[in-house]
């Protein structure tokens, strides 16, 4: 996975779910989703966390790369890890032992207007700023004007579009007006990070890269090396931290995290003691490498946390701004060349499930044909699809039997003639004598990761004639290239909620594939994708949300817009034998977010 801004951002969205759609137009600072919430009005705090942790001690973790900026929000930079989690807050937050649930934060109150077009947040009057100064309505006005002007990333104009304007009320009540009735666009204003004014000054926004922080959060830049590692202090006068939210919970003194330039730079790092908690991404190392005296003294402690997460979509995506990727027909056949059994077996250790679809390990995830209310709400577009998603059940390609590798390369090659590429001398080539070759596009972080994966698949596509080469470069230059669409094929992942919702146009919308840093990644441009997005934002009730889904996922499918690789349903984590943690997991969580919130030094 890449540690890049646009994961991090992936990673906050899985954090901050959504509030109900049955909120009543005036209610307590808590909602579910078709359900009544779990806790009640003054509850004490979240079943997952142990109310009273004791607080105190350090915790040191890694960052991947570089970083040169302490601002999260903007598109050209590389932000410290853990500002999002540790220096700005939300309006409101969720429980991670819930699909969709908020509770209140910076807000004490919420009301829906009766015709659902704005929403109000009353302000707690004890919210803080680190310097000191309240929190207040022009505060959040400020961010969210901020976030949404051109200055800042253009994740957030996407995932915002239909918030009209922010007016402040009085001093501690501020109102969103919306350009249309969407429904959970309310929902969405409670996830705006809050900053203050005093931290950007008098500079242009994307120009705020070295300020130190001013957020409302529980704590504080305290030290930095740029590129190298910046440590975080508990602020002293956290104004949250009788907060049911925030009973329990962040309770080292001092968190820090040590930058490392790759994985197993960074693996031998934390065997040798320099950081703390650790999650691997690697199934040969996590099989082969986290074995010796520590583990077996009980120095380090190795785990697999099961999770309920929705698993989303990792796959190597093709850009279809090349010329090259503009046909499904290759798009499948290059498909077909990835043999995912024999790597799973031969290099994963049969640890990873096949991912079959963009909300993988998920209710949302389509299976079979169209049928019932799904079928339905395809059948208007059905001129404009293509009939295999009517009448064939997309799979990704297997090579267990019956099936084989060997079949699939036959059926490549048909596809790829049917296209219109002919085998000349080895090499497949067009009508233009222009051969089929391409580069995949890696990080200096992960690279050596898919070094191995890839190669394998090299050899399959060359037995078709097609020529895969892989690239390695600097974080810094992956990010800025991807950013600007400047490749043939990159790896990707595509983290998902438990609600997938308005994140979805600046992912796969048409307007998106143009815009400069978007999660558009592969140029996207198809009417009904667009029509079925405006139906899952749109969904009156989880039911309808639901099946929207499904159709999307189905249509995205059998678009063959990448190539789909897997995930894994526990989270591998080690860490160092000095912490203690609850005994009971939520359900939908990130480790090292979770890991950060709820332990506590021995």
Same mark, same amino acid.
């Given at each position: 996975?890449?540690q890049?801004? =646009?994961?991090s951002? $992936?990673?906050?969205c899985?954090?901050?779910?959504l509030? #109900?759609l @049955?909120?009543p137009?005036?209610?307590?600072?808590?909602?579910?989703?078709?359900y009544?919430?779990?806790?009640?009005a003054?509850?004490?705090?979240?079943?997952?966390?142990r109310?009273?942790?004791?607080?105190?001690? /350090?915790?040191?973790?890694?960052g991947?790369?570089?970083f040169?900026?302490f /601002?999260?929000?903007?598109?050209?930079?590389?932000p410290?890890?853990g500002?999002?989690?540790?220096?700005?807050?939300?309006?409101m937050v969720s429980s991670?032992?819930?699909?969709?649930s908020?509770y209140g934060?910076l807000?004490?109150?919420i009301?829906l207007?009766?015709?659902?077009?704005?929403? @109000?947040f009353?302000?707690?009057?004890?919210?803080k700023?680190?310097? &000191?100064?309240?929190v207040?309505?022009?505060d959040?006005?400020?961010?969210?004007?901020?976030?949404?002007?051109?200055?800042?990333?253009p994740?957030?104009r996407y995932?915002w579009?239909?918030?009209k304007?922010a +007016? +402040?009320v !009085?001093?501690r009540?501020i109102?969103?007006?919306f350009?249309r009735?969407?429904?959970e666009?309310?929902?969405?204003?409670?996830e705006?990070?809050?900053f203050?004014?005093?931290?950007?000054?008098?500079?242009p926004?994307?120009?705020?890269a070295?300020?130190?922080p001013?957020?409302? &959060?529980p704590?504080?830049?305290q030290?930095f090396d740029?590129?190298?590692?910046?440590?975080?202090? *508990?602020n002293p006068?956290? $104004?949250?931290?009788?907060?049911?939210?925030?009973? &329990?919970?962040?309770?080292?003194?001092?968190?820090?995290?040590?930058?490392y330039?790759?994985?197993?730079?960074?693996r031998? #790092?934390?065997? #040798?003691?320099?950081?703390?908690?650790h999650?691997e991404?690697s199934?040969k190392?996590?099989?082969?490498?986290?074995v010796?005296?520590?583990?077996?003294?009980?120095?380090?402690?190795?785990?697999e946390l +099961?999770?309920?997460?929705?698993a989303?979509?990792?796959?190597?995506?093709?850009?279809? =701004?090349?010329?090259?990727?503009?046909?499904?027909?290759?798009?499948k056949?290059?498909g077909l060349?990835?043999?995912?059994?024999?790597s799973?077996?031969?290099?994963f %250790?049969?640890?990873?499930?096949?991912?079959?679809?963009?909300f993988?390990?998920?209710?949302m995830?389509?299976?079979?044909?169209?049928?019932?209310?799904?079928?339905?709400?395809l059948?208007? %577009?059905?001129?404009q699809?293509?009939?295999?998603?009517?009448?064939?059940?997309?799979?990704?390609?297997?090579?267990?039997?019956?099936?084989s590798?060997?079949?699939?390369?036959?059926?490549?090659r048909d596809l790829?003639k049917?296209?219109g590429?002919?085998l000349?001398? &080895?090499?497949l080539? /067009?009508?233009?004598?222009?051969?089929l070759?391409?580069?995949?596009?890696?990080?200096?972080v992960?690279?050596?990761?898919f070094e *191995?994966?890839?190669?394998p698949?090299?050899?399959?596509?060359k037995?078709?004639?097609?020529?895969m080469?892989?690239r390695?470069?600097?974080?810094?230059? $992956?990010?800025?290239?991807?950013?600007?669409?400047?490749?043939d094929m990159?790896?990707?992942?595509?983290g998902e909620?438990?609600s997938p919702?308005n994140?979805l146009?600046?992912?796969?919308?048409s307007?998106?594939a143009?815009?400069?840093?978007?999660e558009?990644?592969m140029?996207?441009? !198809?009417? +009904?994708?667009?029509?079925?997005?405006?139906k899952?934002?749109?969904?009156?009730?989880?039911?309808?949300?639901?099946t #929207?889904?499904?159709a999307?996922?189905?249509?995205m499918?059998?678009?063959?817009y990448?190539?789909?690789?897997?995930?894994n349903?526990?989270?591998?984590?080690?860490?160092?034998?000095?912490?203690?943690m609850?005994?009971?997991?939520?359900l939908?969580y990130a480790?090292?977010?979770?890991m950060?919130?709820?332990?506590?030094s021995k």
């Amino acid at each position: 996975m890449h540690q890049s801004k =646009r994961e991090s951002w $992936w990673r906050r969205c899985l954090g901050l779910l959504l509030l #109900a759609l @049955t909120l009543p137009v005036h209610a307590a600072p808590s909602a579910a989703l078709g359900y009544t919430p779990k806790y009640p009005a003054g509850f004490s705090h979240f079943d997952y966390v142990r109310a009273d942790a004791p607080k105190g001690g /350090n915790l040191t973790l890694a960052g991947q790369g570089s970083f040169d900026s302490f /601002n999260p929000f903007i598109l050209k930079s590389r932000p410290a890890a853990g500002l999002d989690l540790l220096v700005f807050e939300p309006l409101m937050v969720s429980s991670l032992d819930e699909p969709f649930s908020k509770y209140g934060l910076l807000a004490e109150d919420i009301s829906l207007a009766a015709d659902k077009l704005s929403v @109000t947040f009353r302000l707690n009057p004890l919210a803080k700023f680190s310097n &000191g100064k309240p929190v207040l309505a022009r505060d959040v006005k400020f961010s969210f004007d901020t976030l949404k002007s051109n200055a800042a990333h253009p994740q957030y104009r996407y995932y915002w579009v239909d918030i009209k304007r922010a +007016v +402040v009320v !009085d001093a501690r009540t501020i109102r969103f007006e919306f350009a249309r009735v969407n429904p959970e666009l309310y929902l969405i204003a409670t996830e705006i990070p809050v900053f203050s004014r005093d931290w950007v000054g008098d500079k242009p926004f994307n120009k705020v890269a070295t300020e130190v922080p001013i957020g409302s &959060g529980p704590y504080i830049v305290q030290s930095f090396d740029l590129g190298k590692h910046i440590s975080f202090v *508990r602020n002293p006068n956290y $104004w949250g931290r009788d907060l049911p939210t925030r009973r &329990g919970v962040f309770n080292f003194d001092r968190i820090t995290y040590k930058y490392y330039k790759d994985d197993t730079i960074q693996r031998e #790092a934390f065997k #040798a003691g320099e950081y703390d908690f650790h999650i691997e991404y690697s199934s040969k190392a996590w099989a082969r490498d986290f074995v010796g005296p520590a583990f077996n003294d009980g120095g380090i402690v190795k785990k697999e946390l +099961v999770h309920r997460n929705n698993a989303g979509m990792q796959g190597l995506v093709f850009n279809t =701004r090349r010329a090259i990727f503009k046909d499904k027909r290759v798009r499948k056949a290059i498909g077909l060349a990835f043999d995912f059994e024999w790597s799973n077996e031969h290099l994963f %250790y049969k640890q990873y499930t096949r991912c079959n679809s963009y909300f993988s390990n998920s209710e949302m995830a389509s299976s079979g044909l169209p049928q019932g209310d799904e079928l339905k709400l395809l059948e208007p %577009y059905r001129a404009q699809l293509s009939p295999e998603v009517f009448t064939t059940v997309w799979q990704p390609p297997m090579t267990l039997p019956p099936h084989s590798l060997r079949e699939n390369l036959r059926q490549a090659r048909d596809l790829l003639k049917q296209a219109g590429w002919i085998l000349r001398d &080895g090499v497949l080539r /067009n009508a233009n004598g222009e051969p089929l070759e391409f580069e995949v596009l890696g990080d200096s972080v992960q690279g050596r990761t898919f070094e *191995r994966i890839l190669g394998p698949f090299a050899q399959n596509l060359k037995k078709l004639g097609i020529v895969m080469n892989y690239r390695t470069v600097d974080v810094a230059l $992956w990010q800025r290239r991807t950013d600007v669409f400047d490749f043939d094929m990159v790896t990707a992942v595509y983290g998902e909620s438990q609600s997938p919702g308005n994140e979805l146009y600046r992912r796969w919308y048409s307007k998106s594939a143009d815009e400069e840093g978007s999660e558009n990644l592969m140029g996207v441009k !198809d009417p +009904v994708i667009d029509a079925l997005i405006d139906k899952v934002v749109q969904a009156p009730d989880r039911k309808h949300l639901v099946t #929207a889904l499904k159709a999307l996922d189905r249509v995205m499918l059998h678009g063959e817009y990448l190539v789909p690789n897997w995930y894994n349903k526990v989270h591998r984590i080690a860490y160092r034998n000095k912490f203690d943690m609850p005994s009971s997991l939520p359900l939908y969580y990130a480790a090292e977010g979770w890991m950060i919130e709820t332990s506590w030094s021995k």
